[in-house]
């Protein structure tokens, strides 16, 4: 079992500024892609931002510019740079990652969600 911890949420005015954290813990013994999610009132969950174990990453039209992703393999961590966020961010925010675990089984994990949102 590979477990998901999300940190950063919070209420920001919009031009403001957030940080979100997600910390996997269990039996890694690699991950491969980690993404994080997004799913507003009444809509879609939708890609926010994805990145693979080589640093390569894939930014959504929406955010491109304003957000980036960032992982710490050392710490099994990766990280949403949120800036200039607008109304239209506010939002739950998932993370996921998948991966190996150490008995070679494949995990496909996903966070508690954190709550992000944008008010004046």
């Known amino acids: 079992q590979v477990q998901l911890v999300e940190s950063g949420g919070g209420l920001v005015q919009p031009g403001g500024s957030l940080t979100l954290s997600c910390a996997a813990s269990?039996?890694?013994?690699?991950?491969?892609?980690m993404a994080w999610y997004r799913q507003a009132p009444g809509k879609q969950r939708e890609l926010v931002a994805g990145i693979t174990n080589s640093g390569n990453t894939n930014i959504a039209d929406s955010v491109k510019g304003r957000f980036t992703i960032s992982r710490d393999n050392t710490m099994n961590t990766m990280y949403l740079q949120m800036n200039s966020l607008k109304l239209e961010d506010t939002a739950v925010y998932y993370c996921?990652?998948?991966?190996?675990?150490?008995?070679?089984?494949?995990?496909?994990?996903w966070g508690q969600g954190t709550q992000v949102t944008v008010s004046s």
């Open positions: 269990g039996s890694i013994f690699v991950i491969n892609g």
């Open positions: 996921t990652m998948k991966g190996i675990g150490f008995d070679r089984t494949m995990f496909d994990s």
